[in-house]
């Protein structure tokens, strides 16, 4: 089973949540109705980052696919006055009634590039989103050092069986030369007014062991559980391995060959690339 209290702990994607949140914090403290906060995890970045942000006014429904995920958050965060926390997986193809044209505005953080079904879930939030209510999403784009070797496992006879679609673990935008124009260009053909799609370069210092705890900790890698207790470790240590070789060779081609000092990652930031949007619902 997930460890909720380990995503907590080890939550590396704080710092970027929160200059998005920065970023956008005119438009957000006017925000005082229904929001929900998608893929939210235990919830202590909805509490702690995105609820102090809004209007007084605003309560937010923070949703996640884990079911023990929710109950912890429900139990560590929830306030009766503005913030619960529900179940949903937001690639339904049946979104439960009581979601549909209910929201004022719509956040999803670091959750939405393991989606493998894309249009649905942005077809989704643009339905849970009342007539001219906006939405604000951060996903990560490309991820060499994390999607390359999930894919790479998820073909191995030893994990296949257990990791099945291995177009789950790839990324929505990993192999898009254009990742910016694909994502604004899929939101306005749903409907959606896009004010706003950058696509950003991230480059954080995080030890390898702290990055797999987080990373290990999510939905995604439920089907660890499934694994007899060897090849669990086996896989995470094979994982460990090809992540942090990756990292450091990516780290290497983009400074020419640097040489490392004792061939260590100690001074070897993290790099990946995220979108961030910011778009309306309009009713034409």
């Given amino acids: ?19 998005v949140i920065n970023e956008f914090a005119k438009e957000l403290k006017n925000i005082s109705g ?4 998608v893929g939210c995890g235990p919830g202590d970045v909805t509490r702690d980052v995105l609820l ?22 429900n ?11 529900e179940m949903l997986d937001i690639q339904t193809k049946k979104l439960p009634e009581k979601y ?3 929201f004022d505005h719509i956040f999803s953080f670091h959750a939405l590039h393991w989606c493998y079904d894309i249009r649905q879930t942005f077809e989704n939030i643009y339905c849970m989103l009342r007539p001219d209510k906006t939405m604000l999403i951060l996903s990560v784009a490309h991820h060499a050092a994390l999607f390359e070797p999930l894919e790479t496992m998820a073909q191995d006879m030893r994990y296949a069986s ?13 192999y898009s030369a254009q990742p910016q124009e ?5 939101l306005e053909d749903i409907g959606f007014q896009v004010h706003h799609c950058s696509h950003r370069e991230i480059n954080m210092y995080t030890s390898t062991e702290k990055f797999v705890s987080f990373v290990t900790a999510q939905h995604t890698f439920a089907f660890l559980n499934k ?34 000092h004792n061939d260590k990652e100690t001074d070897v930031p993290l790099h990946y690339t995220i979108l961030v949007a910011y778009a309306q619902k309009i009713i034409s």
Avoid: W
């Fill in 182 to 186: 694909e994502l604004k260009e899929l």
């Fill in 1 to 19: 089973m997930i460890n909720p209290e380990q995503y907590v702990s080890n939550n590396v994607c704080k710092r970027n949540v929160s200059l």
């Fill in 227 to 260: 694994m007899p207790h060897n090849l669990r470790e086996e896989f995470k240590n094979e994982f460990t391995r090809m992540y942090s070789k990756i990292r450091i060779e990516k780290y290497r081609g983009r400074q020419r060959n640097y040489k490392l």
């Fill in 34 to 37: 229904k929001c929900m906060d």
């Fill in 75 to 85: 139990k560590t965060y929830n306030d009766k006055e503005r913030l619960k926390f």
């Fill in 100 to 102: 549909i044209s209910k």
């Fill in 52 to 73: 102090p942000v809004l209007n007084s006014k605003a309560t937010i429904i923070g949703t996640d696919i884990m079911e023990n995920v929710v109950e912890y958050a």
């Fill in 162 to 174: 257990y990791m099945e679609n291995k177009g789950k673990y790839i990324g929505s935008f990993q």
